[in-house]
């Protein structure tokens, strides 16, 4: 008899975070897994939610994982986690910028699309948040990565007629077209934003010094992600602007 090969619907020690767990039947979980390799997996993790359960304790979000699991279908059988590196601690503030990563990527990630790239850089902010650095830019340039990573064309150095953008210059932008230059009248799109071309300059060079920027490129960002998650709000977002205007 042939000795049968390895399951290839198993992956093994694969990088994860876990981004969200809800209950499933009666002593199982659904976890929401954001890995390295497969981008945004669902799994089961059965018997989870007894209280001896080995995985019970590892079901950490913000805390690099290795994870194995199977399966052919779209909810996967979670086998096993082990500790992926060192402990990150997120605290207030922070710790709520965390769940608001996690909740944009639920919401936006599709599942099993991979983004090594996004997968490194959210970790990275990850520790940018633990070391309780400036948390409102940390956010937007997460925002703004995860939008590029995922395909969205978010231009910022070029307006609608393709001409570079002008520091002194007001523009209106459109999510659909981009920025417009306003010649002393009103854009005739409908929505949209209105902010100077010094702040679009300044987020292409990754430079959010400047408080007029900070302020304008949180309204620009909170307005395409609005834009893009539809009529649904985040449950996070809300309590980050009722705590700091983050």
Partial sequence: MALAGPNPHRQDNQAVYVLHTYPFK??????????????????????ARRPRSAMRGMLQSFQPLLATWSGKLELKTLHSLEWGGGLLLLKGEALMCGFYLNELLLRLLPREDPHEALFEYYGATLRTLASDQDLATTLRRFELKLLQELGYAIPLNKDDSDTLIAETHTYRYEAEYGPIKLNGVLSHMKNGIQLLGKTL??????????????????????????????????HTKQLLIDLQGL
């Fill in 201 to 234: 300059i300044d987020m292409v060079n990754d430079d959010y010094s400047d408080n007029q920027t900070q302020q304008q490129s949180k309204q620009l960002m909170r307005y395409l992600l609005a834009h893009y998650l539809g009529d649904k709000p985040l």
């Fill in 26 to 47: 009666e002593t199982s979980l659904v976890v929401e897994l954001f890995t390295h390799d497969f981008g945004r997996v669902a799994t089961t993790a059965k018997g």
